[in-house]
């Protein structure tokens, strides 16, 4: 006997949602569809790196009838600036890995890592900023002590005539 091949079918009707506005997250879109009918499940694509949205979505609900109306409705929505574009999707254009995405539950996205790599880059840029800083002062006494009469603040100034005689 051949083994079958499980079928993974979608009931009622999927959602594709564009253009999501930064803030505008799963449990803030679970809860503004949900206005319109139950609401399965929410996909909301996110970066591996950042974990940020990637602002799009995919919103499944019970209802096909349902998510037709929401995609006519909410098709050019103006949401925190942003104009969303909502079109409905039928199962034969989902590919597999986005039906197996809308049938199981999302899980916690975990960003101590991310943070962590934040973190370090925040303190290498303030040390970069001491370097220079540090580096600067050594290159003025050197200057100083040839007689060179040099300070950072002189090249500011120059560049600030400079901009304003171009404007003038």
Not at 84 to 90: D, S, T, W
Not at 133 to 161: H, N, T, Y
């Amino acid at each position: 006997m051949a083994p079958t091949k499980r079928r993974h079918r979608v009931h009622g009707g999927v959602l594709y949602i564009g253009h999501i506005p930064h803030g505008f997250y799963e449990s803030q879109m679970k809860g503004f569809f949900s206005q319109f009918g139950r609401v399965r499940h929410v996909f909301l694509a996110r970066s591996r790196r950042t974990c940020r949205s990637r602002g799009y979505a995919f919103v499944h609900f019970d209802d096909a009838k349902v998510a037709r109306i929401v995609a006519e409705t909410m098709d050019g929505y103006l949401l925190f600036g942003r104009r969303l574009v909502v079109r409905e999707l039928p199962p034969e254009r989902l590919h597999r890995a986005a039906r197996l995405r809308v049938l199981q539950r999302s899980r916690p996205v975990s960003t101590r890592v991310v943070e962590r790599q934040r973190f370090l880059r925040d303190q290498a840029a303030v040390g970069a900023a001491q370097s220079n800083c540090c580096r600067r002062r050594k290159l003025e006494k050197r200057l100083e002590s040839l007689g060179v009469p040099f300070s950072a603040q002189d090249v500011w100034r120059s560049r600030e005539v400079l901009a304003l005689a171009e404007t003038s």
